[in-house]
């Protein structure tokens, strides 16, 4: 299949084809990762900027790392000391690096839509690494990737996303993308916490974390976001962690052959035993590793054949 | 070329290989997709200690940003250690050049070998680049606006090579 898209934006946007050509491009471009020498040409001369304007540090190395070993120069934004604390828009800022000839701009922002609109006024490339309660694609993008690398298949399996669905953009691009490749997305979480249309998008939902795990072959575990509680969506952590957290007799309850996802940050002890992240069948570290390689697979994509 | 003109040259290609590379230290890498059925073919005629690796050389183009479509890209297989290893580079159709230029720049970022020798199935000239093969199966003369089609079995029902109008 032949890659139309200027941006990504998102996998709502995305075709069940789309999504398919960038996993399979990643197969590819993961073995560059294991080489002695970590660098191939295709992005030779290509500048990639990092504009983050909220802190973040496995996906803002990620990309970093994944346009580097694609021989790109990259140019990481600091949004403490730009032009922005001295009120200049989002947009200006863009179309001002812009005008320096850049080819990709790696978008994440507090607020969804960001990135979104700053593609539709500058002509390079936007990628979103993350917007508001908005979209997270190219997490989801490795988290599929390791999904099919480590089952075989994403077609029919069962997932269960557990944690605070209604602020988290993995949650919301992972629905997007896991149902799009046939799987059964369940969203578990204590009811302040899932959005109340989140069976439009194609998941189900389930307040019962027993029912969550049970027969599901991937157990996807959310960062529970500490200032939750303070804004009431949460009576306690301690409450949160009894009710959904992942400990030893949760675990004996999964099936074999199921595998633990979480996305990072994570908080040991409340949404997963501390103990139970490090065991066999799960998939934290193999996802980070991941990681690179799909983003490469997005920037070799996107920008891999601009002139 | 009919498929049993394939196989006679590629056998009697193993044999003057072996004769002037040996097998100490050699080790086979084709360049995907046909060079990589060839090196399979090669291989069969050596023993197992002659590793065998795949490359994808679509990532060194040089007219990588200028021909729009992306070229799907293929693993690059080679699981064995190529420093100082005799490599056999094995392709199908020797043309410009361009693709062997390629390869060899794929082959040095995985390793320094201690030397690199070239097979192809058909040379038909117009070369851009002074590159040449060690081993040739066949040279053909050719018109420049002419495809050559080799056709493999692996992937395409029969072993023939073609030489036809470009369309």
């Keep these: 299949m032949n890659w139309t898209k200027k941006d990504l934006i998102g996998l709502e946007t995305l075709t069940r084809e789309e999504i398919e050509t960038i996993l399979e491009t990643a197969v590819s471009f993961k073995e560059i990762s294991s080489r002695p020498v970590k ?119 069962k997932i269960s996303i557990v944690g605070d669905i209604l602020h988290s953009r993995v949650a919301r691009s992972n629905i997007w993308g896991f149902t799009k490749l046939g799987a059964r997305v369940f969203v578990c979480g204590p009811p302040p916490i899932i959005p109340a249309d989140v069976e439009k998008m194609g998941a189900k939902v389930t307040y019962n974390i027993d029912e969550a795990i049970r027969d599901t072959d991937v157990i996807y575990l959310l960062r529970l976001q500490k200032e939750r509680q303070k804004e009431n969506f949460l009576s306690s952590l301690r409450e949160y962690s009894y009710f959904y957290g992942i400990d030893e007799t949760r675990y004996s309850e999964i099936k074999k052959g199921a595998v633990i996802m979480h996305p990072g940050p994570m908080n040991r002890g409340v949404e997963i035993k501390s103990e139970i992240a490090e065991r066999q069948n799960s998939l934290i570290l193999e996802q980070v590793t991941n990681g690179i390689a799909v983003r490469m697979a997005v920037l070799y994509l996107t920008i891999g054949s601009r002139k | 070329m009919t498929g049993r003109e394939i196989s006679r040259i590629i056998e009697k290609a193993a044999g ?110 117009h070369r851009e680049l002074p590159i040449g093969a060690d081993f040739t199966g066949r040279k053909v003369e050719t018109l420049v606006d002419e495809m050559v089609e080799v056709r493999l079995k692996e992937i395409d029902i029969r072993d023939e090579v073609l030489i036809e109008k470009k369309k």
């Design chain 1, 39 to 157: 660098k191939v040409p295709p992005l030779r001369g290509k500048t990639v900027v990092n504009l983050f304007f909220e802190p973040s540090t496995r996906t803002k190395t990620s990309f970093e790392l994944a346009a580097k070993r694609l021989s790109a120069d990259v140019l990481s934004f600091e949004v403490a000391t730009s032009s922005i604390s001295k009120g200049e828009t989002i947009v200006d800022t863009a179309r001002n690096i812009e005008a320096m000839k850049v080819d990709c701009f790696i978008v994440r922002h507090s607020i969804a839509g960001a990135p979104e609109l700053i593609s539709r006024n500058v002509s390079s490339a936007v990628i979103n690494a993350g917007d508001g309660c908005h979209e997270h694609p190219t997490q989801a993008l490795l988290d599929m990737f390791t999904v099919k690398e480590k089952l075989g298949r994403i077609r029919g399996i």
């Design chain 2, 16 to 125: 003057i290989i072996e004769g002037e590379m040996g097998f100490s230290g050699l080790a086979i890498v084709g360049i995907r997709r046909r060079g990589a059925i060839l090196a399979d073919r090669i291989k069969k005629y050596f023993p197992d200690e002659v590793p065998v690796g795949y490359l994808d050389i679509n990532l060194y183009r040089d007219d990588f940003s200028k021909i729009g479509a992306h070229p799907v890209i293929s693993e690059t297989e080679v699981l064995f250690d190529i420093d100082g290893k005799n490599i056999l580079l094995v392709d199908d159709v020797l043309f410009t050049g361009r693709t062997i230029r390629a390869a060899l720049d794929a082959l040095v970022d995985l390793g320094r070998p201690a030397l690199v020798r070239l097979f192809v199935l058909v040379d038909r000239g």
